[in-house]
């Protein structure tokens, strides 16, 4: 079992920030890439920003110079640093893994968070 816990999330006024984490625990043979997408109501889940083992990082438009993604390899952790929150970005927030369970498995995106919800409000 892979298990995918988010946190950080809440209220927040225009302009503020945020930072979002992900940890990832269970059996987990290695993790090639975390990300963070996102749910508003009424619109597709969208990716909001990816990061793969070695570091390398590709964002939305709509996010990029305002949010940061990094990870923790060692603690198999996410974050997302959300700056100059507008309140286009509310929305619930997700944690995604690419892993694999064994060294025999391909590896896998379909393992979710349950999210945590960022409400950007005055």
């Known amino acids: 079992q892979v298990q995918l816990v988010e946190s950080g999330g809440g209220l927040v006024q225009p302009g503020g920030s945020l930072r979002l984490s992900c940890a990832a625990s269970?059996?987990?043979?290695?993790?090639?890439?975390m990300a963070w997408y996102r749910q508003a109501p009424g619109n597709q889940r969208e990716l909001v920003g990816r990061?793969?083992?070695?570091?390398?990082?590709n964002y939305a438009d709509s996010v990029k110079g305002r949010f940061t993604i990094s990870r923790d390899n060692a603690k198999n952790t996410v974050y997302l640093q959300m700056n100059s929150l507008k309140p286009e970005d509310t929305a619930v927030y997700y944690c995604?893994?690419?892993?694999?369970?064994?060294?025999?498995?391909?590896?896998?995106?379909?393992?979710w968070g349950k999210g945590t919800l960022v409400t950007v409000s005055s």
């Open positions: 995604n893994a690419d892993l694999r369970t064994t060294m025999f498995q391909n590896y896998n995106m379909g393992y």
């Open positions: 269970g059996s987990i043979f290695s993790i090639h890439a």
């Open positions: 990061i793969t083992t070695d570091g390398s990082t």
